[in-house]
C-alpha cells in the first residue's frame, strides 16, 4: 500500500514538474545555472574516478589474462567494452547518484522546511516546475558529455598502465582497443546514461520536495534519495541490456 | 475583503480549526491572535490554501478559494502577498533577485521597469544600499523587510503575514509593524497579520480575532481589548504584569 502511494504521489509530481513552465525565459536561465552547478560540479571527480578504473581494470585483465594462448589485444578489447558498457554510464551514473542525488535532495529539502517552495506556491508559481524541471532536462542534456568524457578518461588510464606493467604493451592495448570495435554499443551506453539522469533527477527531487520535519530529515531524505536512485538505476539496467543487448 | 464562513479543519483525529468564522477587512491591518498551538498558523494557511479545509468556505471578494480550480486559484494567488514566519527568502538570490522573482516569473516589464519596481519597493521598507547582499548577509529584521518588499512587488490585494516579529527585537519589531499598516494604508490592501505579540495587538490591531481552541472566541478592536470580560482574553492578554499595569492606568 505504501509503495502505491508513493507511487501515486510521485506521478502527480511529475504530472506538475512537466506542466508547460510560466516563463520560459526564466526556465532556460535556470537549466543552464543547472548545468553548470550539477553536470559541471561533478566533472572532475568523475574524471579522477574514471582514470584509476580504466587503469585497474587493464591491470586486472591483463594480469589474468597472462597465458601464452591468448592474445595480449584482447586486454585493450575488454578493457574497451567493459569501460564503454558499463563503467562510463552505468558506475558513473551510481557516482553521479551519491554526489547529484543528495545534493538535489538536500536542497529542495531545505527550501521546503525553510518555506521558500510555500512562498513560490504562495506567489502562484508552479514550485515543482520552478524548481525540479530545471534540474531533470540539465542532467538529461549533460549526461551524454559526461559519459563520453567518461569513456576517453577511462581508456587513457587504461593506456597509462601499460607503461606500468610488463605483461601488455602499449601497441598491443591499442590494437585491442580497434578490434571488433562497434559504434551501436556507445549509443546503448549514451542512452541508458539519459534515463540514469532523469532517474538520478526526478527520484531525488521526489524526496526532497515531501520533506517535512528539520535538518534531521533534510539529511534523510538525501541517504533516501541516493539508495532508492541507485536501485532504480541497477534495475533500469539490466532491463536496457536486455532490450538492448539480447 | 475576505470572508471566512464555518471553516473547519482536522489533523487526523484532532480538530484544529472549529466552525472559525472571520472577516478580514479592506484597507485595514487585520490581527489573529492565540496562544502557540491554538491553531493561529494553521488558519493562515487554510486561508492562503496551502492546507486544504474539511469544510467551508474562504470568500476572496465573493470568490470561493475552497472551489477553484488549479489555475484559477494560481491566478488569485497572484493578488496574494506573503511574509513568512523566518522570511522565507531564496538563499541562492540577493536581495534584489527576491524582489524582482515575481516580476520575472508574471510581467512582460522591460529590465529597467522591472529596476524601477525593485528599487521603489525596497525604498518602501527602507532598504538601500543591500541589493547586491545575499539573505545570509543581512539581519533579521532585514530579512522581514526584504519579504514585505517582496510580497508587495505584484501590487497584491491581500496581504498576509505570518508572525513577522518573531525573533526580533521590539524596537525592530514596532518598525515592522508600523510599516506593515502603512502600506496597508497606503495601498489600500486587505491585510491578515498572525501574531502573539501583544506589542504588534497594541500598535496596529484594527480588527482582531482571538483563536482559542481553534475557535474565534472573540473578535473585536486594541481598544476593545482593555474592556473585554472574556476570561480566555484576558489570561492571553494580560499574562504579563506589564499589561495589567497598563490595564489599571486606563482603567
Known sequence: ?246 | MIEIRNLNKRFANKSVLNDVNFTIEQGKTNLVIGQSGSGKSVFLKAVVGLHPVDSGEILYDGRDLTKLKRKELQDLRKEIGMVFQGGALFNSSTVEENVRFPLDMFTKLSKVEKQKRVDFCLEHVNIEKSNHLFPSEISGGMQKRVAIARAIALNPKYLFCDEPNSGLDPKTSIVIDQLIQNLTKEFNITTLVITHDMNSVMEIGENIMFVFQGQNWWVGDRNQIFNTENEELNGFVFASELFQSVRKAKN
Open chain 1, 1 to 246: 500500500m505504501k509503495m502505491l502511494y508513493h507511487i501515486g504521489r510521485f506521478g502527480s509530481l511529475m504530472k506538475k514538474v512537466l506542466a508547460r513552465p510560466e516563463n520560459h525565459k526564466t526556465l532556460i536561465i535556470q537549466t543552464f545555472k543547472e548545468m553548470d552547478k550539477l553536470a559541471l560540479g561533478s566533472i572532475v571527480i568523475i574524471m579522477i574516478i574514471m582514470f584509476f578504473m580504466g587503469a585497474v581494470v587493464t591491470i586486472q585483465t591483463a594480469l589474468n589474462l597472462s597465458n601464452p594462448f591468448v592474445s595480449n589485444v584482447i586486454v585493450g578489447f575488454a578493457t574497451r567494452d567493459s569501460i564503454i558498457l558499463e563503467f562510463s554510464s552505468t558506475v558513473t551514473s551510481v557516482i553521479l547518484a551519491g554526489i547529484i542525488g543528495s545534493n538535489i535532495a538536500s536542497e529542495i529539502g531545505n527550501m521546503r522546511i525553510s518555506e521558500q517552495i510555500d512562498a513560490m506556491d504562495i506567489m502562484g508559481v508552479n514550485s515543482a516546475n520552478y524548481v525540479i524541471l530545471p534540474k531533470i532536462i540539465a542532467l538529461f542534456l549533460m549526461m551524454p558529455f559526461i559519459v563520453i568524457i567518461a569513456m576517453t578518461v577511462g581508456i587513457i588510464g587504461g593506456l597509462a598502465s601499460t607503461f606500468t606493467i610488463d605483461q601488455l604493451t602499449l601497441q598491443d592495448y591499442l590494437s585491442g582497443l580497434q578490434l571488433d570495435f562497434s559504434a551501436y554499443r556507445v549509443y546503448y551506453s549514451l542512452i541508458k546514461s539519459s534515463i540514469f539522469a532523469l532517474i538520478i533527477t526526478m527520484v531525488s527531487s521526489y524526496h526532497g520536495f515531501y520533506v517535512s520535519g528539520g535538518a534531521l530529515e533534510v539529511g534523510k531524505a538525501g541517504t533516501r534519495a541516493v539508495i532508492y536512485s541507485i536501485i532504480l538505476i541497477l534495475m533500469a539496467n539490466l532491463f536496457i541490456t536486455q532490450l538492448m543487448l539480447t
